[in-house]
């Protein structure tokens, strides 16, 4: 696969997103579109790698880089205190961005519609783990809307489309005849709208006094990308039970012996790792 480009559209009010696309599959006619975005500290750059193996799978993979990350529209000052304060409309704002972001890409690749929708389209999203099973994406057209930890906010904000009073009737009508699954991976509590219990004893990098503001990046990439040991894995099941609570997980200490990122060139970690958009998510 020749070397791909970061592309840039430029929405209604100039706001601008970048992204990188595999492309279409060669001679393909059924394939399915997967946007996938980001969490926070680690920009799209994450995945490129998935771009060479979306063909052989009929996929056309979209890597967006979220708002305030790497050539795309960092946040004002207004829409940082609308996230602080947990604002309905910035989160309106944001997904509205997205409709607008994919019926560009829809017009403009003249991406094939969905031709076989397998659940009705309230009931698109899927959550996955390290264990779960595969899920089929692949030659019924449309899109899929990947979502990994903290980007999982923005796809679930996505899908009270119906409900948001920034996208038109014209764009819901358009999206469901594309949109097939929203796949939720490894989502961040704050996502799922969850509270820390009072009496967690698990680290947590933002929320340690002892950091410094200039020392975030360095240690939630390492927090991230660790290694644990939870006392309370199935290996049968290759999960955690059910009856599993948070004393009962390896998450006290703040990184393990051995973290993902320490494989990383300091080109990768300098494209691929974004300290002050993840500040300012975190300090929200």
């Known amino acids: ?22 492309g279409a599959p060669p001679n393909a006619a059924n394939y399915t579109t997967v946007f996938f975005l980001h969490g926070g500290m680690f920009n799209a750059y994450q995945f490129h790698k ?30 940082l205190d609308e996230l602080e304060k947990g604002s309905v409309l910035f989160w309106e704002r944001l997904s509205a961005q997205m409709a607008e972001f994919l019926g560009i890409f829809i017009a403009r690749e003249r991406i094939p519609k969905l031709t076989q929708r397998k659940l009705p389209f309230s009931q698109t ?7 779960s099973e595969p899920i089929n994406v692949r030659g019924n057209g449309g899109i899929a809307i990947f979502g990994w930890s903290a980007g999982c906010s923005t796809v679930l904000s996505f899908l009270g489309a119906s409900h948001n009073p920034m996208i038109s009737e014209e764009s819901h009508k358009t999206l469901k005849q594309y949109v097939s699954h929203c796949i939720l991976y490894d989502p961040t509590y704050l996502s799922l709208g969850y509270k820390l219990p009072s009496d967690n ?6 929320a340690d006094p002892t950091i410094a503001l200039e020392d975030i990046p360095r240690v939630v990439s390492e ?39 320490s494989s990383w060139t300091d080109e990768e970690l ?15």
């Open 223 to 261: 927090w991230v990308t660790s290694y644990y040991d939870h006392p309370c894995y199935d290996p049968l099941s290759g999960s955690l039970p059910v009856t599993a609570t948070l004393h009962d997980l390896d998450g006290i200490r703040p990184k393990s012996d051995q973290v993902s990122i």
């Open 125 to 131: 999203v899927q959550l996955m783990h390290a264990s």
């Open 201 to 206: 004893r698990n680290y947590i990098p933002w």
């Open 50 to 79: 998935i771009h060479s193996h979306a063909h052989a799978e009929n996929l056309r993979t979209v890597l967006l880089h979220r708002r305030d990350y790497a050539g795309s529209t960092a946040y004002s000052p207004k829409e």
């Open 270 to 284: 300098a494209k691929g790792i974004e300290g002050l958009p993840a500040r300012n998510e975190m300090l929200a």
């Open 1 to 22: 696969m020749p070397s791909i480009q970061i592309q840039t559209y430029t929405l209604s009010e100039g706001i601008r997103l970048s992204f990188t696309d595999s």
